[in-house]
Nanobody, 119 residues
Framework: QVQLVESGGGLVQAGDSLRLSCAAS????????MGWFRQAPGKEREFVAA????????FYGDSVKGRFTISRDNAKNTMFLQMNSLKPEDTAVYYC????????????WGQGTQVTVSS
């Protein structure tokens, strides 16, 4: 089993920055990929970013490229999402997720953290 706990959400103004964290515990050695997703009210869940847990290679959704940076600290089993130049349309619940080695989908999800960007 894996447990994922997000933190760092909050209320900020447009143009501000925020850093999200996702602490993982349990079978983290089986992780292949970890990612961030978000879901705004009335909208479908959207891919934000992902990182290969072993190589550190990042992947980004088009809407956040150039503004968000994903990173991880293997020693602390923690993933981060640095969000800069935030826009009101970034307002959503942000979820972290983990995909295990050999899996084709994200197997574990956190409970989410709310990010609200006011204009």
């Amino acid at each position: 089993q894996v447990q994922l706990v997000e933190s760092g959400g909050g209320l900020v103004q447009a143009g501000d920055s925020l850093r999200l964290s996702c602490a993982a515990s349990g079978r983290t050695f089986s992780s292949n990929l970890m990612g961030w997703f978000r879901q705004a009210p009335g909208k479908e869940r959207e891919f934000v970013a992902a990182i290969n847990w072993n190589t550190g290679s990042p992947f980004y959704g088009d809407s956040v490229k150039g503004r968000f940076t994903i990173s991880r600290d293997n020693a602390k089993n923690t993933m981060f999402l640095q969000m800069n130049s935030l826009k009101p349309e970034d307002t959503a619940v942000y979820y972290c997720a983990m995909r295990l080695v050999g899996s084709v989908k994200y197997d574990y999800w956190g409970q989410g953290t709310q990010v609200t960007v006011s204009s």
